[in-house]
């Protein structure tokens, strides 16, 4: 991730700190007990900032991250915080300590949402769910957040400089959850469990008409429509299917399917599968 990281340039306040010498007069103890304060100088904004600055170019992300984190405690509600809080995210994004970069990110955009930075906190939370997507065998509910996060990024932020991006990614983690969907699917079927697998074939053509899985999925509908004797749904799935992709192998396979059963494509208007095709969403916009 390019990142152009900019130091702020600010006048260091000095704070005078006067030592009294009429402690040791008032103190009722004994002499050799006198209480000594020790008294610790706040470290400017602009230094503990820099210093954040230069462990990230020697790429120590982890110590850039408590830098920065420094920040909030040492000049709490200070412009420094706020940059801090920023650069926190980036730093812990960048080290690969996704987690740390959500909480980071999530405090940011609580204190800050109206700020012109609140676009990049959002972009590094969604970024950092995408980054942990797993393969299509194990649970997806980092995908989903990833989903969730890039959608708001483009809903709240329309015109940042990270909606093309995030557009992307939304494409990629959709295809994996249809991905997903496809593949217990396919198990459900194979098993005989035609409702079950329809389920899931259904929130494919529901929700992920975008994806490269959904040509598969209106296939496998039209197969287990035909298992169940749905004979209706079934023509309606495959006549969808060689309207939107007609040179689709999957479309050969439907209606070959479809022709042995002694029937053809044929779309009823008023069939689920009919209403969903009707207005494919676009990427990024909200489905189901």
Known sequence: MDVTVRALAVGA???????????????????????????????????????????????????????????????????????????????????????????????????????????????????????????????QEKSERAILSLQELVQRYPTSEYVADAKKKIQVASDQLAGKELEVGRFYLQKRNYSGAINRFRMVVSRYQTTRHVEEALQRLAEAYMAMGIVNEAQTAAAVLGHNFPDSPWYKDAYALLTKGGVEPREDSQSWISKAFRGVPQVGQKTG
Request: charged share 25%; proline share 5%; glycine share 6%.
């Open 13 to 139: 306040c000095g704070l005078a700190l006067a030592g009294c010498d009429t402690l040791s007069s008032i103190n009722p103890f004994d002499k050799s007990e006198v209480y000594k304060p020790e008294i610790v100088a706040d470290v400017p904004g602009e230094q503990i900032y820099n210093d954040g600055l230069a462990r990230i170019q020697k790429r120590d992300f982890e110590g850039a991250a408590k830098k920065f984190r420094d920040l909030d405690k040492q000049h709490p509600y200070s412009e420094w915080s706020r940059k801090g809080m920023i650069m926190e995210a980036y730093a812990n994004y960048e080290g690969g300590l996704y987690d740390e970069a959500i909480t980071a990110s999530t405090r940011y955009l609580q204190r800050h949402a109206n700020t012109p930075d609140a676009a990049y906190a959002q972009y590094l939370m969604a970024s950092s769910y995408y980054d942990q997507i797993p393969d299509i065998t194990r649970d």
